[in-house]
T-cell receptor, first 110, second 114 residues
Framework: QKEVEQNSGPLSVPEGAIASLNCTYS??????FFWYRQYSGKSPELIMSIYSNGDKEDGRFTAQLNKASQYVSLLIRDSQPSDSATYLCAVNKNNRKLIWGLGTSLAVNP | DAGVTQSPTHLIKTRGQQVTLRCSPK?????VSWYQQALGQGPQFIFQYYEEEERQRGNFPDRFSGHQFPNYSSELNVNALLLGDSALYLC?????????????FGEGSWLTVV
């Protein structure tokens, strides 16, 4: 079992729709959870961080964490073509070493 | 406020050569981590430096070495380059004083080994 798992996609949604990205992790001791967006040829850009169970909203983005079920998700409302990118889930166990999933490719179609 | 800066942005090396990549962390950050990201893969942790010492290391051979300077900047050295070392090398900085462990990345250094 991989430490952090994501569906590789591609996930394709129409413009204006909600995109839902999921991530599961294996280490129950994980404490910090991050979503990064990565455009082709660029470095990852932090989108959201979440540390406690529940939802965290920032603009069009909502991160959801469920530690009991060991999953974290990212919802993107009103998806735009500019949201088309690879979304990387990363998990941290308080040692500042990020464990990454392979990423989910998202395509938002105009 | 300068973010994480890396140099060079792109470079091409020949098999067997050595390369040095450089990173300056975000202002106020004292911890630097290096990641390797091959095409189509998520980043893989190489090592982390804090207080000029290697604090953690991932599953990378000894050909990969690093250093952190008193001003918190860091270098990644790779010896005896292999074709498989071609990747995007990412530097990440964080602060031991920062709650929540937020980590910021530089733009990366693209290494191509031919």
């Amino acid at each position: 079992q991989k430490e952090v798992e994501q569906n590789s996609g591609p996930l394709s949604v129409p413009e204006g729709a909600i995109a839902s990205l999921n991530c599961t992790y294996s280490d129950r001791g994980s404490q910090s959870f991050f979503w990064y967006r990565q455009y082709s040829g660029k470095s990852p850009e932090l989108i959201m961080s979440i540390y406690s169970n529940g939802d965290k909203e920032d603009g069009r983005f909502t991160a959801q964490l469920n530690k009991a079920s060991q999953y974290v998700s990212l919802l993107i409302r009103d998806s735009q073509p500019s949201d088309s990118a690879t979304y990387l889930c990363a998990v941290n166990k308080n040692n500042r070493k990020l464990i990454w999933g392979l990423g989910t490719s998202l395509a938002v179609n105009p | 406020d300068a973010g994480v800066t890396q140099s060079p942005t792109h470079l091409i090396k020949t098999r067997g050569q050595q390369v040095t990549l450089r990173c300056s962390p975000k202002s106020g950050h004292d911890t630097v981590s290096w990641y390797q990201q091959a095409l189509g893969q998520g980043p893989q942790f190489i090592f982390q430096y804090y207080e000029e010492e290697e604090r953690q290391r991932g599953n990378f051979p000894d050909r990969f070495s690093g250093h952190q300077f008193p001003n918190y900047s860091s270098e990644l050295n790779v010896n005896a380059l292999l074709l498989g070392d071609s990747a995007l090398y990412l530097c990440a900085s964080s602060s031991t004083d920062t709650s929540g462990n937020t980590i910021y990345f530089g733009e990366g250094s693209w290494l191509t080994v031919v």
